[in-house]
């Protein structure tokens, strides 16, 4: 968790130095990164926390390499379409799918704190 929490912090920095970084990740950043902040500080809830991490970030790899293939200028292959395909497939079955009982069973577990359900909530929506 301090090595995600680590590259949550990094990524927004190189994303404003980059002039990449927009609303939606002036509010993605912040909010990751007080889901793992929480459970770091208090010794609880990281079970959570890790398993959403994983589930929404299975699809960066063939997200990374769609990026690529485009800068490459190989955006009109096959390789490029399967990357495409495999980051959708894995988007969708990570980010809805899986993560949404997930996201149930954070909020209705009693243990879990108010900070660690709104983070979910708003990273949800």
């Known amino acids: 968790m301090i090595f995600s929490l680590s590259y949550f912090a990094y990524d927004m920095i190189s994303m404003q130095l980059d002039g990449l970084l927009d609303s ?3 509010l ?8 793992f902040i929480v459970p770091l500080y208090q010794n609880v809830q990281g079970n959570y926390i890790m398993l959403a991490v994983w589930l929404t970030e299975i699809s960066n790899p063939p997200m990374h390499m769609r990026h690529i293939f485009r800068s490459m200028g190989k955006r009109y292959t096959m390789a490029y379409e399967i990357s495409e ?5 894995l988007y969708i079955y990570g980010r809805t799918i899986c993560v949404l009982p997930i996201g149930y069973l954070t909020f209705i577990c009693p243990e879990n704190s108010v900070l660690i359900k709104i983070s979910c909530a708003a990273l949800t929506l």
């Open 24 to 26: 939606t990740m002036l």
């Open 28 to 35: 993605h950043h912040p909010l990751s990164m007080l889901g």
């Open 85 to 89: 395909i495999l980051y959708l497939t």
